[in-house]
């Protein structure tokens, strides 16, 4: 449905040329979910802002439903653009229109009947769960609730693709699941075809198929949710995943770490597990392989599309060269180990 071919973007800025987005190909089928994920800077909202060509790449083919947005006349870009819907961070509500006159907008634009914008606008605050909302105005709401008025009106005109430029960013936790679960439920729903960029692994954990990871205006590593949760190429990527899984050294154990292994002090590590090994009994293994024991001080297992993955700390209790031996062994099942000191 989305089909980007070798995207290159430059700003100039005070005469120097800024490379926002390099050589970059993405496809999003009919149907999915995929979301690119980066730090600040790395050329999210540059890449989505091309899809729509709000941003004219410098180079490279923007493909949607078939047609080569970048080879249109103004007049038929103007059409293909009703196909893609958009949604933003800071939701873009006209304050001085209701509810019901902010999605019935953009009906009113391409000259809809007022008895079809009724009808319209009545279905979408159904579908959006605003019903008892119709008539306030958007100072009277919930960030949560301005967002289902931004999703209602863009779905307005029936799009095929709706695109979530950090949708959720100025929303807290809660409000967060509710409105992806409401995209999950409208891609469900309608099959709309949904690309989303975001900073935070939680947002493409639970919502998307795919997942695209950039750094720098580049796509370093892309793939299934399953894939790059259980088989993480990048540090990246890795430090992604590490992120949306909350563990913290407890206070009495910050106080007393050391760095240099001391008498009578053990190792204190980070175990991060993913894909097979998660179902293996490692920890087991290697208490009885090497005699150690092993003292779990926090742990988060969590699951994304369809893969078990996790987090521990965990004290290694043993001899010095059995310590060792069974971080070793650790690592040889692809077990991401960091040591974070001795306690
Ligand atoms: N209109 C512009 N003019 C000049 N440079 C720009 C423009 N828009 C973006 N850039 C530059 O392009 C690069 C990518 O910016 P972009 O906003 O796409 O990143 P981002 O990943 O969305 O970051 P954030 O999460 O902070 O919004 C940055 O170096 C930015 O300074």
Known sequence: MIDLKNITKTFDHKGKKNIALSNISLSVPEGKIVGVIGESGAGKSTL???????????????????????ELSPSKLTAARKNIGMIFQHFNLLSSRTVFDNIAFPLELSHTSKAKIKNRVYELVELVGLTDK??????????????????????????????????????????????????????????????????????????????????????????????????????????????????????????RITHMPEEGKHPLLKLQISGNTVDEPVLSEISRLFDINNNIISAQMDYAGGVKFGVMLTEFIGTISKEIAAIE??????????????V
């Open 48 to 70: 989505i802002r091309c899809v729509n060509l709000l941003e004219r790449p410098n180079s490279g083919e923007v493909w949607i439903d078939g047609q080569n947005l970048m």
């Open 134 to 255: 119709l008539d306030s105005y958007p100072v009277n709401l919930s960030g949560g609730q301005k967002q289902r008025v931004a999703i209602a009106r863009t779905l307005a005109s029936n799009p095929k693709v709706l695109l979530s430029d950090e949708a959720t960013s100025a929303l807290d936790p809660s409000t967060t699941r509710s409105i992806l679960s409401l995209l999950k439920d409208l891609n469900k729903e309608l099959g709309i075809t949904i690309l989303l960029i975001t900073h935070e692994m939680d947002v493409v954990k639970q919502i998307c198929d795919d997942i695209a990871v950039m750094n720098r205006g580049k796509l370093i590593e892309q793939g299934s949710v399953s894939a790059i949760f259980s088989n993480p190429k990048t540090e990246l990527a890795q430090r992604f995943i590490s992120s949306s899984l909350h563990l913290e050294i407890p206070i009495d154990y910050q106080k």
């Open 329 to 342: 062994y650790l690592k040889s099942k692809n077990i991401k180990v960091t040591l974070l000191g001795y």
